[in-house]
Structures are given as C-alpha cells and as structure tokens.
C-alpha cells in the first residue's frame, strides 16, 4: 500500500510539474518566495489592531509569531527524522522534471504549505467575527503550497500532508490563544 501511495505521489508530482511552461515561471518562482508575502502578514497585523483593542492585537499577534515558530520547528524536526529526498534531488525523476529551485535539505512535509495554511486558519478564525472577506485568507495558501510542486521541490503529499498539519496547527493555536485570555481579552 505505501509503494502504491509513493508511486501516485511521483506520478502525480511529474504530471503536474510538467504543466509548467516558461511564460509562467517567473509567476510562480515570485509566488514561492516568502518575501513576496510578506504584505499579507501585514495586513493581518493592521486588522488586529484596526479591529481589536491595542492589547488583544498585541497578544494576537504573539499568538500568530508563536504559531509560526512552532510550525517552522515542527516542519524542520520532521523533514530531519524521515529525511524524504526533493524531488529535485531525485536522480530518478530529476532529469525530465522542471526544477526552478534546488533546496538541499528535505522534503516532507512542505513547510511552505505547513505555514501557510497554519497562519491563514489562525487569522480567520480570530478575525471572521469582524471582518467579512476574511475567507479570502484562504486564496493564499493553495498558491503558496502548488508553487512548490511547480518549481520542483515538494511531492503532492508533502502538500498534502503540510496543509492537514498546517490547519490543525492553526486551530490548536486558536485554541490556546483563546484558553490564555479569555478571562482577559475578547
């Protein structure tokens, strides 16, 4: 069953890599950098404070960089105990794939999709009370996680898996954030 599942991952992974063209590669080799958005995670900053009093936003805010933190440690752990080759480091696979970037460490899970979907659950879920467009935090993550198939770093299920754990990350943050100042903040 696990070979059944690597082989739909690989195959999955040169199908879907190999629809990348040229004219899109300076599009989405943007995409994957985490530079480019960085003013969203502005924009979370300003409606927490625009939205919240200054002290909830300060704590929001700790809650969102602790969040970040925790999912960044989590995703590195992980990829140094399973040690699951990039597909750009395959031998197998690397000479017909398209590879835009060539990371050297490890693949799974994607901590591009992991922290992605983490900060944009936790930023609707404190949010989606005060701000209606706020789904539209959602349009981010699956951009930033296919960026990474595209340019030839991460299998689908590295994806998949970093979005599940992403989420949940989110959520349990939520949570915590909600259990340690409820008395306090609103």
Same mark, same amino acid.
């Given at each position: 069953? &696990?070979e059944?599942?690597?082989?739909?991952?690989?195959?999955?992974?040169?199908?879907?890599? =190999?629809?990348?063209?040229?004219?899109?590669?300076?599009?989405?080799?943007?995409?994957?950098e985490?530079?480019?958005?960085?003013?969203?995670f &502005?924009? *979370?900053?300003v409606?927490?404070?625009?939205? *919240?009093?200054?002290?909830?936003a300060? *704590?929001?805010? &700790?809650?969102?960089?602790?969040?970040?933190?925790?999912?960044?440690?989590?995703? #590195?752990?992980?990829?140094?105990?399973?040690?699951?080759?990039?597909?750009?480091?395959? /031998?197998?696979?690397?000479?017909?794939?398209?590879?835009l970037?060539?990371?050297?460490?490890?693949? @799974?899970?994607?901590? #591009?999709?992991s922290?992605?979907?983490?900060?944009?659950?936790?930023?609707?879920?404190? &949010?989606?009370?005060?701000?209606n467009?706020?789904?539209?935090f @959602?349009?981010?993550?699956?951009?930033?996680?296919?960026s990474?198939?595209?340019?030839?770093? #991460?299998?689908?299920?590295?994806?998949?898996?970093?979005?599940?754990?992403?989420?949940?990350?989110?959520?349990l @943050?939520?949570r @915590?954030?909600?259990?340690?100042?409820?008395? /306090?903040? =609103?």
């Amino acid at each position: 069953m &696990l070979e059944q599942l690597l082989k739909w991952d690989r195959d999955t992974f040169i199908y879907l890599n =190999g629809l990348g063209t040229e004219n899109y590669d300076v599009f989405w080799s943007t995409i994957t950098e985490i530079t480019t958005w960085i003013p969203l995670f &502005l924009l *979370f900053v300003v409606l927490f404070f625009i939205k *919240f009093s200054r002290r909830t936003a300060f *704590f929001q805010v &700790l809650g969102m960089i602790a969040l970040a933190g925790f999912i960044t440690l989590a995703t #590195h752990l992980t990829k140094i105990w399973l040690k699951r080759p990039r597909p750009c480091n395959e /031998d197998t696979i690397n000479s017909f794939i398209r590879i835009l970037k060539t990371p050297t460490d490890y693949s @799974f899970f994607s901590g #591009h999709a992991s922290s992605s979907f983490a900060l944009a659950t936790m930023a609707f879920l404190l &949010l989606r009370k005060r701000v209606n467009w706020v789904w539209a935090f @959602f349009l981010w993550p699956p951009l930033f996680a296919y960026s990474r198939i595209y340019v030839g770093v #991460h299998y689908p299920m590295d994806i998949i898996v970093g979005a599940v754990v992403g989420t949940l990350s989110g959520i349990l @943050f939520y949570r @915590f954030y909600l259990a340690a100042t409820a008395p /306090d903040i =609103g």
